[in-house]
């Protein structure tokens, strides 16, 4: 039987988190109808060993490992084409849910044929491995509702969103170009051609702001903040054109 729903998750300089990862993932209300695409970038880290014992317990998991690093959004990309799942959703290392993410995500979806991507609010963490449950949140990201205006100011679907696969077909595969910010303009790509995106007024993820991130170290941050800037000017430009009021 064909998996409903494809996690897809980049492995590199993750030692510290992957047991935590693994064990957080797997106790998803949905995790018996997904399959979790592990690709390995390389990675100097040892995270293979607690890799193979999850391997061991579930058919579901499935481990790739490069011979070089190509990015983190061409890593999605490499996953998105491996996936069989109607749904997308991508899960960093470092950052945890609620155990009831998924079901709620794909809920919205199924419910609303005409949403290509379904997002919730967010707590954000500077503690590492804590788990939803029990995470000490230094702030919450109250994202609004969705409209094309909104999503170039607040980029709603942040870290864990769940989309249709579908939108790959229609819009393309994330810009491997890009550092830290190819998310954000893939959804922008596709809501600036009518794609629709729902809110779940739920707070469903834990964010680490991981101060060795990309879009958060010191020296990558500068370069981070110039592609965010960047993005959204040109979508803006491109509001403009469709007649939207910003």
């Known amino acids: 039987m064909n998996p409903k729903l494809s996690i897809i998750t980049s492995v590199f300089k993750g030692e510290k988190y992957i047991s935590h990862f693994l064990a957080d993932i797997t106790r998803q209300t949905y995790f018996d109808r997904s399959e979790l695409i592990l690709i390995n970038a390389n990675s100097p880290e ?18 790739t490992r490069l011979d070089e690093d190509p990015g983190v959004y061409a890593v999605w990309n490499i996953a998105i084409k491996k996936a069989k799942g109607e749904y997308i959703s991508n899960a960093n290392l470092d950052d945890r849910k609620h155990t009831e993410h998924l079901e709620k995500h ?19 963490t500077q503690v590492p491995n804590e788990i939803f449950e029990n995470c ?5 990201y109250n994202f609004p509702e969705f409209s094309y205006n909104r999503l170039i100011q607040h980029n709603m679907p942040h870290n864990n969103p769940v989309w249709r696969k579908s939108m790959h077909d229609r819009f393309g595969l994330f810009r491997e170009d890009m550092l830290s910010a190819a998310d954000f303009e893939m959804w922008l790509r596709a809501a600036s051609a009518g794609s629709v995106f729902k809110k779940i007024n739920e707070v469903l993820s834990l964010y680490y702001r991981n101060p060795e991130g990309i879009s958060t170290k ?4 500068e370069k981070a903040i110039k592609e965010v800037n960047d993005i959204r000017q040109e979508y803006m430009n491109k509001a403009d054109y469709r007649g939207f009021i910003l």
Do not use: M
Not at 106 to 124: G, S, W
Not at 136 to 140: A, N, Q, R
Not at 218 to 221: A, G, I, Q, R, V
């Open 46 to 63: 040892n995270e293979e060993p607690v890799i193979r014992e999850y391997l061991d317990k579930y058919p579901n998991i499935l481990y």
């Open 106 to 124: 794909i809920k919205l979806l199924e419910e609303n044929p005409d949403v290509d991507l379904a997002y919730a609010d967010v707590f954000a």
């Open 136 to 140: 000490t949140p230094v702030s919450v």
């Open 218 to 221: 010191k020296d990558t941050l």
